[in-house]
Nanobody
């Protein structure tokens, strides 16, 4: 029900923009987020944004480099990634839920009801 795209192979310092759109059946989405999972590691929180007042949350590792945005009418969320580093290499997943998640809950994978298929981002040094 979520379709993610935009991954690819880039060099350190480059930029990428990830996109994620929910299908028409996925209605009343409130919190949308991005997670990532590097090879051999657990899935980790990257960023989240809520509908309405648009509360935005970032992992410390991406603050100042990544920007999340959304278009509510389209149930779409985007992740602009600048100044990419090799340690950003991972499969990136978008996630969504009808729940209005508080900041601490936004980082928990179990709080999300819908997941995209993942898009691979590879950053070479």
């Amino acid at each position: 029900q979520l379709q993610a795209s935009g991954g690819g192979l880039v060099q350190a310092g480059d930029s990428l923009r990830l996109s994620c759109t929910a299908s028409e059946r996925t209605f009343r989405i409130n919190t949308m987020a991005w997670f990532r999972q590097a090879s051999g590691k657990e899935r980790e929180f990257v960023s989240a944004v809520r509908r309405g007042f648009g509360s935005i949350n970032y992992a410390n590792s991406v603050k100042g480099r990544f920007t999340i945005s959304r278009i509510n009418a389209e149930n779409a969320v985007y992740l602009q990634m600048n100044s990419l580093k090799p340690e950003d290499t991972a499969v990136y997943y978008c996630a969504a839920t009808p729940k209005t998640l508080i900041t601490s809950a936004q980082t928990m994978t179990a709080q999300y009801d819908y997941w995209g298929q993942g898009t691979l981002v590879t950053v070479s040094s």
